[in-house]
């Protein structure tokens, strides 16, 4: 069935809660893992699901995602028929911070949902992380004779989290929630829906570009069959920079660290040539990705540095996100940080952040 569903991954969307992360960059491209970005999830499990023709919606600061995805050879989607679309997402009107799936950005792209012959569209936001075969989700949808099937996971800590909540009667969905208690059912930014109704919500409100997707469902639910999914796995939910730290460090758990990067359904992600990972005399690793490229000669802990990182004799590193050649010299004590790409923290200082409240160190500064 995976061959007649067209794949949407919506990156036209951002989160000021992520300060200077996500300055240059859009979320879909926020460095993530040691090696990837957060994109390289819902991409991955759309390939690893059969999916051939796949679009992305693009923000217009599109620069680090076109770097990173280039043809999408790393996920065979260099193809003559079907492959990877890049489509450009809309730079005007307004525009809600929370708005995943802008109906003017899917106005917009018209063309790529009516050119092919598909007769479902899986849609995902690019901000949550997890790994999920979507071909029994595919399945359920057809059985249920749904028009929409909305991805949700079961979280038992919905008040720590401000996501979209669905109000759940069975396997229907009876209504949408900004928030909720305890347990509750998260919606996952991900959902397949019929490709003729997708084309009829954009003829109805095509005057209302400015509407969400999810807003004109919500809207229109007494007329629609809409169903919903359980997910049963880890779910990575990021909504700021806290958040963040935490799904990164969820990562040194070595459940989490199996089951998000299973042997079985691969994470794609850019391919960079690099050495292996060099260690000094007397350096101390403890509960770290350290992946290649680094050279380590002080103290590792409880962290996740990405390529080319070097960390001097007796520096520090605890608790911290060391994202792609950064330098930390000798003697140098970094504690709750998350430092972005380039930056050098030079010899002797002391960086503290907090777990609640991590410090972040923006892209190429010199502490």
Not at 79 to 96: T, V
Not at 203 to 230: F, H, Q, R, S
Not at 247 to 274: G, Y
Not at 339 to 345: A, G, Q, W
Request: hydrophobic share 40%; net charge neutral.
């Amino acid at each position: 069935m995976s061959g007649r569903i067209l794949g949407l991954i919506s990156c036209n969307y951002n989160n000021d809660a992520f300060g200077s992360l996500t300055a240059e960059r859009g979320m879909a491209a926020l460095p993530f893992g040691g090696r990837y970005r957060v994109l390289d999830f819902p991409l991955s499990n759309m390939v690893n699901s059969g999916i051939r023709t796949i679009g992305l919606i693009t923000p217009y600061h599109y620069r680090a995602i076109m770097d990173h995805v280039g043809v999408g050879k790393e996920w065979s989607l260099n193809r003559k028929s079907g492959g990877m679309f890049i489509l450009p997402g809309s730079i005007y009107g307004l525009k809600n911070m929370r708005s995943t799936f802008l109906l003017r950005d899917i106005i917009q792209n018209r063309a790529f949902l009516e050119r092919g012959d598909e007769e479902y569209v899986l849609v995902s936001g690019s901000h949550k992380v997890y790994n999920m075969d979507m071909r029994p989700l595919f399945a359920a949808h057809r059985a249920s004779g749904c028009d929409v099937t909305l991805l949700y996971k079961q979280t038992d800590d919905a008040e720590n989290h401000k996501e979209s909540y669905l109000i759940l009667d069975g396997d229907r969905v009876k209504g949408f929630a900004a928030e909720a208690q305890g347990s509750a059912a998260c919606f996952m930014d991900c959902f397949i829906i019929n490709r003729e109704l997708l084309l009829k919500f954009i003829e109805w409100y095509k005057a209302l570009g400015y509407l969400d997707v999810m807003d004109i469902m919500a809207e229109n639910l007494p007329n629609l069959n809409v169903g919903a999914y359980p997910f049963e796995g880890y779910l990575g939910q990021m909504n700021n920079i806290r958040d963040y730290m935490a799904c990164s460090q969820d990562l040194l758990r070595e459940e989490v660290r199996r089951e998000v990067f299973s042997a079985e359904h691969k994470v794609c992600t850019k391919a960079q040539d690099n050495p292996p990972a060099k260690y000094g005399v007397n350096p101390l690793v403890h509960n770290a990705l350290v992946p290649t490229g680094c050279i380590i000669d002080g103290t590792v802990e409880n962290s996740i540095l990405f390529r080319g990182v070097k960390v001097g004799e007796g520096a520090v590193v605890r608790n911290c996100v060391i994202m792609q050649k950064t330098v930390v010299e000798a003697g140098a004590v970094l504690e709750n940080v998350i430092c972005d790409k380039y930056v050098t923290v030079s010899r002797g200082n002391k960086l503290f952040g907090t777990s609640a409240k991590p410090l972040v160190i923006p892209k190429g500064s010199e502490i």
